[in-house]
Protein backbone atom coordinates (compact mmCIF):
# COMPACT_ATOMS: atom_id res chain seq x y z
CA UNK A 1 0.00 0.00 0.00
CA UNK A 2 1.19 3.41 -0.40
CA UNK A 3 0.69 6.83 1.27
CA UNK A 4 1.13 9.58 0.14
CA UNK A 5 2.01 12.77 2.13
CA UNK A 6 1.86 16.27 0.73
CA UNK A 7 3.42 18.40 3.01
CA UNK A 8 7.25 17.53 4.58
CA UNK A 9 6.82 20.07 8.04
CA UNK A 10 6.16 19.25 11.46
CA UNK A 11 3.08 16.66 10.93
CA UNK A 12 4.08 15.29 7.56
CA UNK A 13 7.05 14.19 8.93
CA UNK A 14 5.40 12.80 12.01
CA UNK A 15 2.89 11.36 9.84
CA UNK A 16 5.34 9.89 7.89
CA UNK A 17 7.33 8.33 10.41
CA UNK A 18 3.79 6.96 11.80
CA UNK A 19 2.68 5.42 8.73
CA UNK A 20 6.32 3.91 8.09
CA UNK A 21 6.13 1.75 11.02
CA UNK A 22 3.73 -0.37 8.78
CA UNK A 23 6.64 -2.20 7.19
CA UNK A 24 3.77 -3.15 4.55
CA UNK A 25 3.53 0.63 3.61
CA UNK A 26 5.49 2.91 1.24
CA UNK A 27 5.32 6.40 2.35
CA UNK A 28 6.13 9.30 -0.58
CA UNK A 29 6.86 12.46 1.81
CA UNK A 30 6.34 15.86 -0.87
CA UNK A 31 7.69 19.07 -0.38
CA UNK A 32 7.24 21.70 -2.27
CA UNK A 33 10.63 23.74 -0.54
CA UNK A 34 14.49 22.37 -1.44
CA UNK A 35 14.37 20.71 2.48
CA UNK A 36 12.13 19.76 4.76
CA UNK A 37 11.14 22.09 7.86
CA UNK A 38 11.91 25.19 6.90
CA UNK A 39 9.34 26.41 8.90
CA UNK A 40 10.31 24.56 12.03
CA UNK A 41 13.99 25.58 11.75
CA UNK A 42 12.82 29.20 12.49
CA UNK A 43 10.27 28.50 15.61
CA UNK A 44 11.39 30.02 18.82
CA UNK A 45 13.57 31.85 17.59
CA UNK A 46 15.59 29.58 16.03
CA UNK A 47 14.89 26.93 19.20
CA UNK A 48 12.03 25.28 18.60
CA UNK A 49 9.85 24.88 21.39
CA UNK A 50 8.96 21.29 20.32
CA UNK A 51 6.13 21.25 23.02
CA UNK A 52 4.72 22.34 26.71
CA UNK A 53 4.30 19.98 29.79
CA UNK A 54 1.07 21.23 30.11
CA UNK A 55 -0.71 20.73 26.15
CA UNK A 56 -2.62 17.58 27.28
CA UNK A 57 -4.37 20.28 29.56
CA UNK A 58 -6.35 22.14 27.23
CA UNK A 59 -4.96 25.89 25.42
CA UNK A 60 -6.68 25.54 22.01
CA UNK A 61 -8.87 27.32 19.82
CA UNK A 62 -11.36 26.53 16.70
CA UNK A 63 -14.63 26.31 16.45
CA UNK A 64 -14.58 22.96 18.20
CA UNK A 65 -11.42 23.17 19.78
CA UNK A 66 -12.18 19.69 21.72
CA UNK A 67 -11.88 17.75 18.59
CA UNK A 68 -7.85 18.39 19.11
CA UNK A 69 -8.33 16.14 22.37
CA UNK A 70 -8.21 12.75 21.10
CA UNK A 71 -4.90 13.29 19.16
CA UNK A 72 -2.99 14.98 22.12
CA UNK A 73 -4.18 12.36 24.35
CA UNK A 74 -3.35 9.86 22.45
CA UNK A 75 0.15 11.22 21.71
CA UNK A 76 0.58 13.63 24.74
CA UNK A 77 3.40 15.61 25.59
CA UNK A 78 5.23 12.89 27.50
CA UNK A 79 4.80 10.14 24.86
CA UNK A 80 6.51 13.05 22.45
CA UNK A 81 9.57 13.68 24.55
CA UNK A 82 9.72 9.67 25.02
CA UNK A 83 9.50 9.47 21.12
CA UNK A 84 11.96 12.45 20.44
CA UNK A 85 14.34 10.79 23.06
CA UNK A 86 14.23 7.26 21.01
CA UNK A 87 14.74 9.40 17.81
CA UNK A 88 18.47 10.61 19.57
CA UNK A 89 17.50 14.36 20.53
CA UNK A 90 17.98 15.63 24.14
CA UNK A 91 15.45 18.09 25.54
CA UNK A 92 15.41 20.28 28.37
CA UNK A 93 11.98 21.99 30.14
CA UNK A 94 11.98 25.52 31.17
CA UNK A 95 9.51 26.28 34.46
CA UNK A 96 6.27 27.37 32.14
CA UNK A 97 6.59 23.87 30.69
CA UNK A 98 7.67 25.02 27.26
CA UNK A 99 10.74 22.09 26.08
CA UNK A 100 13.82 23.35 23.77
CA UNK A 101 16.11 20.90 22.33
CA UNK A 102 19.12 20.50 24.70
CA UNK A 103 20.93 22.12 22.05
CA UNK A 104 19.10 25.14 22.05
CA UNK A 105 19.13 25.08 18.30
CA UNK A 106 15.91 24.16 16.51
CA UNK A 107 18.16 22.51 13.43
CA UNK A 108 19.08 19.24 16.22
CA UNK A 109 14.92 18.90 16.08
CA UNK A 110 14.47 18.72 12.34
CA UNK A 111 17.89 16.79 11.95
CA UNK A 112 16.85 13.85 14.06
CA UNK A 113 13.50 13.89 12.08
CA UNK A 114 15.49 14.15 9.02
CA UNK A 115 17.46 10.78 10.11
CA UNK A 116 14.53 8.80 11.60
CA UNK A 117 13.09 9.32 7.50
CA UNK A 118 16.05 7.34 5.92
CA UNK A 119 14.17 4.24 6.01
CA UNK A 120 13.25 1.73 3.10
CA UNK A 121 10.11 2.80 2.96
CA UNK A 122 10.21 6.18 2.88
CA UNK A 123 10.90 8.40 -0.07
CA UNK A 124 11.08 11.67 0.15
CA UNK A 125 10.73 13.81 -2.84
CA UNK A 126 11.54 17.47 -2.08
CA UNK A 127 10.94 20.43 -4.47
CA UNK A 128 7.96 19.05 -6.05
CA UNK A 129 4.92 20.35 -5.79
CA UNK A 130 1.23 18.51 -5.63
CA UNK A 131 -0.73 20.93 -8.18
CA UNK A 132 -3.77 18.32 -8.22
CA UNK A 133 -5.45 15.62 -6.38
CA UNK A 134 -7.60 13.34 -8.16
CA UNK A 135 -9.80 10.37 -6.70
CA UNK A 136 -10.12 7.19 -9.07
CA UNK A 137 -12.25 4.19 -8.16
CA UNK A 138 -9.69 3.35 -4.30
CA UNK A 139 -6.79 5.05 -4.91
CA UNK A 140 -5.66 9.12 -5.84
CA UNK A 141 -3.74 10.24 -8.70
CA UNK A 142 -1.26 13.26 -7.12
CA UNK A 143 -0.21 15.22 -10.52
CA UNK A 144 2.87 17.20 -10.21
CA UNK A 145 5.08 19.15 -12.74
CA UNK A 146 7.22 16.30 -12.73
CA UNK A 147 4.86 14.14 -13.21
CA UNK A 148 2.19 11.61 -11.34
CA UNK A 149 1.97 9.10 -8.62
CA UNK A 150 -0.34 7.03 -7.60
CA UNK A 151 -1.45 6.43 -3.79
CA UNK A 152 -4.18 4.12 -1.95
CA UNK A 153 -4.72 7.11 1.05
CA UNK A 154 -3.39 10.88 0.92
CA UNK A 155 -2.57 13.18 4.08
CA UNK A 156 -2.93 16.39 3.62
CA UNK A 157 -0.33 18.15 5.85
CA UNK A 158 0.73 21.37 4.23
CA UNK A 159 0.36 24.04 6.99
CA UNK A 160 -1.02 27.01 7.20
CA UNK A 161 -1.14 30.67 5.35
CA UNK A 162 1.45 32.02 8.47
CA UNK A 163 4.62 32.55 7.94
CA UNK A 164 4.46 33.06 4.00
CA UNK A 165 8.25 33.65 4.02
CA UNK A 166 9.40 30.68 4.98
CA UNK A 167 6.96 28.51 3.15
CA UNK A 168 3.13 29.15 4.38
CA UNK A 169 0.93 29.01 1.89
CA UNK A 170 -3.21 28.39 0.70
CA UNK A 171 -2.03 25.47 -0.97
CA UNK A 172 -3.18 23.00 1.81
CA UNK A 173 -6.43 24.85 2.11
CA UNK A 174 -6.92 24.62 -1.88
CA UNK A 175 -6.17 20.95 -2.45
CA UNK A 176 -8.82 20.18 0.27
CA UNK A 177 -11.62 22.69 -0.88
CA UNK A 178 -11.44 20.81 -4.45
CA UNK A 179 -12.14 17.62 -2.64
CA UNK A 180 -15.08 18.72 -1.19
CA UNK A 181 -13.89 20.30 1.88
CA UNK A 182 -14.74 23.88 3.28
CA UNK A 183 -12.69 26.60 5.21
CA UNK A 184 -13.52 29.21 7.80
CA UNK A 185 -11.98 32.76 8.12
CA UNK A 186 -7.93 32.65 8.01
CA UNK A 187 -6.60 35.16 10.27
CA UNK A 188 -2.97 35.44 11.51
CA UNK A 189 -2.47 34.74 15.43
CA UNK A 190 0.67 34.64 17.63
CA UNK A 191 1.54 37.97 15.63
CA UNK A 192 3.11 40.88 16.99
CA UNK A 193 0.10 44.13 16.78
CA UNK A 194 0.64 47.16 15.11
CA UNK A 195 -0.14 50.54 16.66
CA UNK A 196 -1.07 54.64 15.86
CA UNK A 197 1.13 55.46 18.56
CA UNK A 198 3.92 57.26 17.21
CA UNK A 199 6.43 56.35 20.11
CA UNK A 200 6.88 53.14 19.20
CA UNK A 201 9.59 53.91 16.77
CA UNK A 202 11.81 55.95 19.28
CA UNK A 203 11.17 52.43 21.17
CA UNK A 204 12.09 50.03 18.76
CA UNK A 205 14.16 47.21 20.14
CA UNK A 206 13.52 48.11 23.83
CA UNK A 207 12.51 44.73 25.62
CA UNK A 208 10.33 45.23 28.96
CA UNK A 209 8.88 42.29 31.39
CA UNK A 210 5.27 43.91 31.58
CA UNK A 211 1.69 42.50 32.48
CA UNK A 212 -0.75 43.52 29.13
CA UNK A 213 -4.54 43.57 29.08
CA UNK A 214 -6.00 44.27 25.30
CA UNK A 215 -8.81 46.64 25.74
CA UNK A 216 -11.74 46.34 23.20
CA UNK A 217 -14.04 49.61 23.96
CA UNK A 218 -12.61 49.67 27.34
CA UNK A 219 -13.29 46.03 28.22
CA UNK A 220 -11.00 43.43 28.58
CA UNK A 221 -10.46 41.03 25.71
CA UNK A 222 -7.73 39.21 26.88
CA UNK A 223 -4.87 39.74 29.29
CA UNK A 224 -1.39 37.81 30.15
CA UNK A 225 2.11 38.62 31.34
CA UNK A 226 5.69 38.31 30.13
CA UNK A 227 8.18 40.07 28.06
CA UNK A 228 7.23 42.85 25.37
CA UNK A 229 8.77 44.41 22.92
CA UNK A 230 8.64 47.52 21.16
CA UNK A 231 9.26 47.86 17.16
CA UNK A 232 8.85 50.11 14.33
CA UNK A 233 4.94 48.68 13.54
CA UNK A 234 4.14 48.37 16.94
CA UNK A 235 4.33 45.95 20.20
CA UNK A 236 5.93 41.98 20.04
CA UNK A 237 7.09 39.58 21.96
CA UNK A 238 6.04 36.48 23.63
CA UNK A 239 3.46 38.64 26.35
CA UNK A 240 1.86 39.77 23.08
CA UNK A 241 1.31 36.51 20.84
CA UNK A 242 0.18 35.11 23.77
CA UNK A 243 -2.58 37.69 23.47
CA UNK A 244 -2.98 37.88 19.66
CA UNK A 245 -5.42 35.80 18.70
CA UNK A 246 -8.40 37.66 16.96
CA UNK A 247 -7.19 40.96 17.95
CA UNK A 248 -8.46 43.96 15.83
CA UNK A 249 -11.00 41.58 14.21
CA UNK A 250 -13.74 43.15 15.04
CA UNK A 251 -14.68 46.87 15.12
CA UNK A 252 -14.75 48.75 18.26
CA UNK A 253 -11.57 50.46 19.62
CA UNK A 254 -8.94 48.30 20.33
CA UNK A 255 -5.40 49.18 22.72
CA UNK A 256 -3.24 47.52 24.77
CA UNK A 257 -3.24 48.71 28.41
CA UNK A 258 0.32 47.95 29.69
CA UNK A 259 1.66 47.38 33.28
CA UNK A 260 5.41 47.76 32.60
CA UNK A 261 6.25 46.76 37.30
CA UNK A 262 3.41 44.69 37.68
CA UNK A 263 5.30 43.24 40.90
CA UNK A 264 5.76 46.76 42.22
CA UNK A 265 2.70 48.46 43.45
CA UNK A 266 1.61 52.16 42.61
CA UNK A 267 2.40 53.05 46.22
CA UNK A 268 5.88 51.77 46.36
CA UNK A 269 6.75 53.36 43.21
CA UNK A 270 5.37 56.85 44.15
CA UNK A 271 7.86 56.42 47.74
CA UNK A 272 10.44 55.40 45.59
CA UNK A 273 10.42 58.41 43.15
CA UNK A 274 9.80 60.89 45.90
CA UNK A 275 12.79 59.94 47.45
CA UNK A 276 14.34 60.92 44.13
CA UNK A 277 13.27 64.27 44.81
CA UNK A 278 16.22 64.99 47.07
CA UNK A 279 18.57 64.58 44.06
CA UNK A 280 20.11 66.88 41.36
CA UNK A 281 18.94 64.87 38.82
CA UNK A 282 16.63 66.34 35.80
CA UNK A 283 13.36 64.28 35.10
CA UNK A 284 15.33 62.46 31.87
CA UNK A 285 16.23 60.30 35.01
CA UNK A 286 13.23 59.46 37.08
CA UNK A 287 12.83 56.72 36.12
CA UNK A 288 16.78 55.26 35.71
CA UNK A 289 17.36 51.81 37.32
CA UNK A 290 13.89 51.27 37.49
CA UNK A 291 13.10 50.72 33.45
CA UNK A 292 15.19 50.95 30.57
CA UNK A 293 15.88 53.87 30.34
CA UNK A 294 14.73 55.13 26.66
CA UNK A 295 11.53 53.63 28.24
CA UNK A 296 11.46 55.66 31.39
CA UNK A 297 12.49 58.86 29.49
CA UNK A 298 9.17 58.16 27.07
CA UNK A 299 6.88 57.39 29.88
CA UNK A 300 8.26 60.95 31.61
CA UNK A 301 7.11 62.35 28.60
CA UNK A 302 3.95 60.83 28.27
CA UNK A 303 3.24 62.25 31.73
CA UNK A 304 3.49 65.39 30.45
CA UNK A 305 7.12 66.23 31.88
CA UNK A 306 10.07 67.96 30.11
CA UNK A 307 13.02 66.01 29.92
CA UNK A 308 15.32 68.96 31.71
CA UNK A 309 12.76 70.16 34.97
CA UNK A 310 14.38 69.34 37.78
CA UNK A 311 13.23 66.56 40.08
CA UNK A 312 12.83 68.30 43.12
CA UNK A 313 10.35 70.65 41.22
CA UNK A 314 8.10 67.99 40.50
CA UNK A 315 4.97 68.29 42.29
CA UNK A 316 3.54 65.63 43.72
CA UNK A 317 0.43 65.36 40.62
CA UNK A 318 3.39 65.26 38.80
CA UNK A 319 5.24 62.03 40.04
CA UNK A 320 1.53 60.34 40.25
CA UNK A 321 1.53 61.17 36.67
CA UNK A 322 4.48 59.29 36.05
CA UNK A 323 3.05 56.21 38.02
CA UNK A 324 0.27 56.38 35.68
CA UNK A 325 1.81 56.38 32.77
CA UNK A 326 4.08 53.25 34.13
CA UNK A 327 1.19 51.04 35.90
CA UNK A 328 -1.35 51.68 32.79
CA UNK A 329 0.15 53.20 29.71
CA UNK A 330 -2.09 52.73 26.90
CA UNK A 331 -1.03 51.74 23.48
CA UNK A 332 -3.65 52.28 20.76
CA UNK A 333 -3.75 49.04 17.99
CA UNK A 334 -4.82 49.03 14.15
CA UNK A 335 -4.28 45.81 13.28
CA UNK A 336 -2.12 42.36 13.49
CA UNK A 337 0.93 42.72 11.07
CA UNK A 338 -0.33 40.00 8.83
CA UNK A 339 0.29 36.20 7.50
CA UNK A 340 3.71 37.38 6.86
CA UNK A 341 4.86 38.49 9.60
CA UNK A 342 2.59 35.55 12.51
CA UNK A 343 3.58 32.42 13.70
CA UNK A 344 0.42 30.24 13.43
CA UNK A 345 -2.76 30.67 11.30
CA UNK A 346 -6.11 30.91 13.08
CA UNK A 347 -8.79 29.23 11.41
CA UNK A 348 -8.41 26.26 8.76
CA UNK A 349 -10.45 23.58 6.82
CA UNK A 350 -13.78 22.32 8.81
CA UNK A 351 -12.90 20.02 11.94
CA UNK A 352 -16.57 18.43 11.47
CA UNK A 353 -15.97 17.18 7.88
CA UNK A 354 -13.00 14.79 9.69
CA UNK A 355 -13.56 11.75 12.19
CA UNK A 356 -11.33 12.93 15.26
CA UNK A 357 -10.01 9.12 15.86
CA UNK A 358 -8.75 8.73 13.04
CA UNK A 359 -8.20 12.22 11.36
CA UNK A 360 -9.48 10.74 8.12
CA UNK A 361 -12.20 12.76 5.79
CA UNK A 362 -15.89 12.35 6.10
CA UNK A 363 -16.45 13.08 2.84
CA UNK A 364 -13.35 11.58 1.21
CA UNK A 365 -12.52 8.18 2.02
CA UNK A 366 -8.76 7.29 2.08
CA UNK A 367 -7.80 11.04 2.55
CA UNK A 368 -6.83 12.51 5.80
CA UNK A 369 -5.64 15.99 7.09
CA UNK A 370 -3.65 17.04 10.02
CA UNK A 371 -1.58 20.09 11.84
CA UNK A 372 -2.01 23.65 11.00
CA UNK A 373 -4.44 23.17 7.42
CA UNK A 374 -7.58 22.39 10.11
CA UNK A 375 -8.94 24.49 12.48
CA UNK A 376 -7.10 24.42 15.51
CA UNK A 377 -4.53 26.43 16.67
CA UNK A 378 -2.71 26.45 20.17
CA UNK A 379 -1.41 28.75 22.32
CA UNK A 380 1.96 30.45 22.67
CA UNK A 381 4.56 28.59 23.86
CA UNK A 382 4.80 24.56 22.05
CA UNK A 383 0.90 24.10 21.92
CA UNK A 384 1.26 24.49 18.23
CA UNK A 385 3.88 21.98 17.42
CA UNK A 386 2.35 19.53 20.27
CA UNK A 387 -0.35 19.98 17.49
CA UNK A 388 1.06 18.93 14.79
CA UNK A 389 3.25 16.10 16.51
CA UNK A 390 0.08 14.47 17.51
CA UNK A 391 -2.51 14.78 14.76
CA UNK A 392 0.60 13.88 12.17
CA UNK A 393 1.08 10.68 14.11
CA UNK A 394 -2.64 9.95 14.48
CA UNK A 395 -2.86 10.45 10.53
CA UNK A 396 -0.10 8.32 9.83
CA UNK A 397 -0.54 5.32 11.83
CA UNK A 398 -4.58 5.51 10.58
CA UNK A 399 -3.48 5.37 7.22
CA UNK A 400 -1.02 3.39 7.24
CA UNK A 401 -3.02 0.71 9.46
CA UNK A 402 -4.63 -1.83 6.54
CA UNK A 403 -2.76 -3.33 3.94
CA UNK A 404 -4.06 -4.59 0.43
Request: charge should be neutral.
Amino acid sequence: MIVGIIGGGASGMAAALAAAENPNVQVLLFERQARLGRKLQATGNGRCNLTNLHAAHGGYHGENAAFAQRAIHDFDPARTLLWFQELGLFTVAEESGRVYPYSDQANSVVDVLRFALDKPNIQVLTGVEITKVRRTGDTFTLETAQGKHVCHKVIVACGGLAGTKLGGSMAGYKLLSKMGHHATKLRPTLVQLKSSWGGVVSLKGVRANCHARILRDGAVFAESAGELQFTEYGISGPVIFEISRDVCQGAGQWLCRLDFLPDISREKLLAALQRRCDTALTAEDLLTGILHNRLGRVLTKAAGISANTPIRALSQEALEAVCQAVKAFDVPLTEPLGMDSAQVTAGGILTAEFDETTMESKLVPGLYACGEVLDIDGDCGGYNLQWAWSSGRLAGRSAGKETL
